[in-house]
């Protein structure tokens, strides 16, 4: 079965702070990880996926396959970061994707 | 580009009646997903489109939800009949393949009275 834990809901900073929004996975295959982000009154889109090894608007994930993490990080959190992350995982029938339950991350001037 | 459409936005009905939500995807693109966002939580794979068939379907509440996407482009989800627990928001996605970026649409955000 696939699992995507997110263990915190919330997650306040100061602008300025490095930021780190944890996820843990379980999956028995070979995963596929994603960060997506919803920023307010806006869709769902992608943020980042660990194939492509890219940066993002500053933020970076690295896949631990020994840890079964994907976490993002970003050094220098923006006020215009304020979202509700979602990290997800790909696989299984259709490669579908199974999320976790977000975390919504505040930066404060 | 034209993003995903998805109508109407809102919907309000009670138990037991039904509601159809659609949705028009990105121009070109073979996959299409229905997703349950219930408050609190991630979405969740209703069914999978690829073209005109069904890759999976294994979350679909089948004895109360149905789709379909004739012809391959545009798709429909229906809930019938209704249940308190289905109040969320149903959330439409287009991709280029598996495993693709997954482009959404605003959703629809359904209240069963």
């Known amino acids: 079965a696939q699992r995507v834990t997110q263990p915190e809901k919330l997650l306040s900073v100061f602008k300025g702070a490095p930021v780190e929004l944890k996820c843990n996975y379980s999956?028995?295959?070979?995963?596929?990880l994603f960060w997506y982000v919803q920023y307010s009154r806006q869709r769902l889109q992608l943020l980042l996926r660990h194939i492509s090894r890219e940066s993002i608007k500053g933020f970076t994930a690295d896949l631990n396959k020994g840890e079964t993490s994907f976490h993002l990080k970003k050094p220098f959190a923006q006020e215009e970061d304020s979202a509700m992350y979602y990290c997800a995982l790909g696989g299984g029938r259709g490669s579908r994707l199974t999320f976790g339950e977000g975390t919504q991350l505040t930066v404060n001037p | 580009e034209a993003g995903v459409a998805q109508s109407p936005r809102y919907k309000i009905i009670e138990k037991r009646q039904s509601v159809a939500f659609w949705c028009n995807p990105i121009s070109g693109h073979a996959t299409l997903y229905w997703y349950q966002q219930i408050l609190g939580q991630g979405p969740k794979l209703l069914i999978q489109f690829q073209n005109n068939g069904v890759v999976d379907d294994s979350q679909l509440p089948k004895d109360r939800f149905s789709a379909e996407r004739l012809k391959g482009v545009d798709s429909t989800l229906k809930i019938q009949p209704a249940k308190l627990e289905d109040s969320a928001v149903y959330l439409c996605?287009?991709?280029?393949?598996?495993?693709?970026?997954?482009?959404f649409g605003p959703g629809t955000r359904l209240l069963v009275l």
């Open positions: 996605a287009s991709g280029q393949g598996a495993l693709e970026t997954q482009y």
């Open positions: 999956y028995s295959g070979s995963p596929e």
